[in-house]
T-cell receptor, first 114, second 113 residues
Framework: AQSVTQPDIHITVSEGASLELRCNYS??????LFWYVQSPGQGLQLLLK??????LVQGIKGFEAEFKRSQSSFNLRKPSVHWSDAAEYFC????????????FGGGTRLMVKP | EAGVAQSPRYKIIEKRQSVAFWCNPI?????LYWYQQILGQGPKLLIQ????????DSQLPKDRFSAERLKGVDSTLKIQPAKLEDSAVYLC???????????FGPGTRLTVL
């Protein structure tokens, strides 16, 4: 069965430090990949997406992610974290079957220390 | 451009009662989704509509959950009767194309006592 794994449930980084959130997927074909962010009391917002082409994609708020087919990974990065980045981050994958169902990982909660 | 609207934002009911949630997607978005997000987990798709037809409802507990999207615009999700394990945030999302970016509403937080 297809699945999306985010190995880190919680991550704490200091403000200004770099960030990498891990995402691995189990899927036969090259999927469509997404990162969403959910701030407290807010709906999910798309940070970036990968469909094809350049494997390094740029998103909003200074985030980027790199698709590595050999590792079945799509890790999210940011060179310098801001306190406002504290939120829950979800990796998601579209199944290219009937309906193109979006499957989410379990999420990584990011805390930012001053 | 107005976002996805959901109501109510919060609902508290007792088990075995009924509850309904409403969603109005972004204008022009043909695809509408309902997700269930249990605390500490990622959202799980319950049902997906394309216009007013159901595309996928394989994860919808059909013995107690129902959803409709009359006229291909707004949608209602109902739970009847509710169980304790239905306590969750119910998210509605819409998209222009089914495999592309989904826009999410703020969600309805349901507590079943």
């Amino acid at each position: 069965a297809q699945s999306v794994t985010q190995p880190d449930i919680h991550i704490t980084v200091s403000e200004g430090a770099s960030l990498e959130l891990r995402c691995n997927y189990s899927y036969g074909a090259t999927p469509y990949l997404f990162w969403y962010v959910q701030s407290p009391g807010q709906g999910l917002q798309l940070l970036l997406k990968y469909f094809s082409g350049d494997t390094l994609v740029q998103g909003i708020k200074g985030f980027e992610a790199e698709f590595k087919r050999s590792q079945s990974s799509f890790n999210l990065r940011k060179p310098s974290v801001h306190w406002s980045d504290a939120a829950e981050y979800f990796c998601a994958v579209v199944h290219n079957n009937a309906g193109n169902m979006l499957t989410f990982g379990g999420g990584t909660r990011l805390m930012v220390k001053p | 451009e107005a976002g996805v609207a959901q109501s109510p934002r919060y609902k508290i009911i007792e088990k075995r009662q009924s509850v309904a949630f409403w969603c109005n997607p972004i204008s022009g978005h043909a695809t509408l989704y309902w997700y269930q997000q249990i605390l500490g987990q990622g959202p799980k798709l319950l049902i997906q509509f394309q216009n007013n037809g159901v595309v996928d409802d394989s994860q919808l507990p059909k013995d107690r959950f129902s959803a409709e999207r009359l006229k291909g615009v707004d949608s209602t999700l109902k739970i009847q009767p509710a169980k304790l394990e239905d306590s969750a945030v119910y998210l509605c999302a819409s998209s222009l194309i089914s495999y592309n970016e989904q826009f999410f509403g703020p969600g309805t937080r349901l507590t079943v006592l």
